[in-house]
């Protein structure tokens, strides 16, 4: 068999012949050896031999001052703090080619960027759809596209893309026999969810006027109108590492989702930080042999959409630009030195687009936004949030459908999935748990930029990532979409399916199951609005009106598997509609229950109107026992006499978070209850 590795994935093939004499099959038999041989060297010779190659430019503005976007107005700056560069890999296994770009720059058009590699197909003959270039997202960097209230800068938007286009051809200039590997290293203390929920007395207006933000960014630090953080982190650093056939360091391409750190105009922030520390680092930086290439460290954007470097629930710490792009280096290095190095690397990529509506604006809201324009009097630039906004319903009005490039890659058995949004979090920990590879990298803003894709229950708490905008307009069920399709994508490079989701069992679980419980709702999904019941019996539970989904559960040891955190449900003013309408008149529930209020555990006027001394905002394990005449409630284990109340009805309703939910048709025992806690505090 003589194998072969189409670009799309790898099969095998074989050629056949028919002999008719016996002589023939004598000759074929002497002859095999020296077949044999010629087979395995033919193979050997077929076998990807990676080649690789690395450059970095300068990309600073030509002209001072120049247009900044990245905020809601437009700033302008007039000087370069630091070096701001596009950086790129070229790599080669003998049939693929390709080219990974990251531009310090806070967004590019898609426009732009097929320009970009137009001119570099050109020079160096690697084909448009074997390129990936993506921006950093520093908010410090020229205006390369209109958004919000920033037009772009227009001399710098025609300087731009020949200079991205120099990066790729001196990469694939600087191509060697190379050798490649990968890996990635938690650090969750440099990334946090910047985006929290409020409680509902304290929302927030959108631009048009409506008291509707259940969820914002930035609330400040331990701000006592703020509960809990409304989506979960992805703490992965994931490195691809390329060294030369002698072991000196070629590039490294370094992924983490955090959004960017602050900086002066004009600067890369900590992105070109970090690209100079790793290189210190590993030792790279002191390569002064003028014959080989530089080594080149870029740090791409990850699935940072609602991750930032501050921890909103903790003391105001600052640890400065230097230190913190030092600290994210370090952690770098650590997954750097972790990776081992393989020869057999074989590559593969393929792209598909997808198009998607634009929320545009209603009769009422187009009139109110042209009345606000026609205010305006021809100026050119908007002042207010009103006027970025108003401006922005009439750019969806015009354009109401995009066009999105959705890419996969393959690098030996990492994945990079590159999209054309600011994604949040939970939809990088989907792809990352239902690829088909073992370890894969999510690379935002790739592409092109069409902004954010919440997830779609996280459109229900509103907050500016929800705004309609050219930064947040796509339908409310682009997310999902994109996700399938980046999934195909995966498919493709890998020729295996894609992974299903399955709650993994724990202490805790077996406990619960072993009770035999009517229901039993784990409540760790990642999609979706139906909470799956794990007992078996069918009765599934549904997510209605506010809520958030995949946020770390209680820290029990017990109700986690081994290398995964349980995962719990937000509920911020909806409910978990339970598929009963009645109770028996002897039955028991047990659930684990953060209040995010201290005031009161339910709502008044939910269906469920039962009272508890339990400490808000720390998980507790809950177990209510009805029985006819009489209610019994235990905390953590033990019995608390002398509470009243009514049982839930119909559904749950809490403003905090749940998790572990069980219902029973009898009464729990004591004993049991104890021993359930006891499974998920571990040994």
Known sequence: MIPTWPEAGYHTRTETGKLSSAYSLMMIRSLAPMVLLALVATARAEAPALRAGA?????????????????????????????IRARAL?????????????VDSCMLPRELIDRAKTIACEKTGIPIDRMLISATHTHSAPSSMGALGTPPDADYVASLPPRIASAIER?????????????????????????WIRFPDRMLADPFGVRNVRANMHPGYQNPDAIAPAGPVDPALTVLAI???????????????????????VSADYYGRFAGLLARRLGADRLNDPKSPLFVAMMSQGTSGDQMWMDYGAPKKDPGLDAYADAVAATAERACRAVEYRDDVRLAMAESTLSLDRRV?????????????????????????PEVYAREAVFLHDDPRRELKLQAIRIGELAIAAIPNEVYAITGLKLKARSP????MNVELANGSEGYIPPPEQHALGGYTTWPARTAGLEVQAEPRIVDAVLTLLEKVSGKPRRSLEAPRTPYSDAVLASKPMAYWRLDEIEGTTAIDASGHGRHAAFEGGHALYLPGPDAP??????????????AGGRLKLPFDRRPSTCSLEMWIWKGSPERDWPEGASTV????????????????????????????????????????????????IDELALYDRALKPEEIATHFRAARGP
Request: one cysteine or more.
């Open 55 to 83: 450059s970095a430019i300068e990309i600073p503005p030509e002209h001072f001052p120049v247009i900044v976007n990245g905020g809601f107005l437009a700033a302008r700056a007039d000087r370069l703090i630091d070096s």
């Open 90 to 102: 070229v790599l080669d296994d003998g049939t693929t080619r390709l080219a990974i770009v990251v």
């Open 171 to 195: 990469a694939a200039a600087n191509l060697e026999p190379a050798r490649a590997g990968w890996a990635a290293v938690d650090d969750f203390e440099h990334t946090h969810c910047r985006r």
């Open 243 to 265: 060294r030369s056939k002698t072991g000196r360091p070629i590039a490294v391409l370094a992924n983490y989702s955090m959004h960017y750190f602050g900086a002066a105009p």
């Open 361 to 385: 604006p209603n009769v009422a809201r187009l009139a109110w936004a042209r009345g606000v324009i026609a205010a305006m009097k021809g100026r050119d630039e908007p002042r207010t949030l």
């Open 437 to 440: 590879f073992p370890l894969t």
């Open 558 to 571: 017990g109700l986690s598997a081994p290398g995964r955190i349980d995962r719990a449900i937000y509920l």
């Open 610 to 657: 039962f009272t508890a001394p339990i400490e808000p905002r720390t998980w507790h394990h809950l177990a209510i026992v009805r029985t006819p005449g009489k209610l019994q409630v235990s905390v953590d284990g033990e019995s608390k006499p002398g509470l009243s109340g009514d049982f839930p009805g119909d559904s749950i309703e809490v403003e905090g978070m």
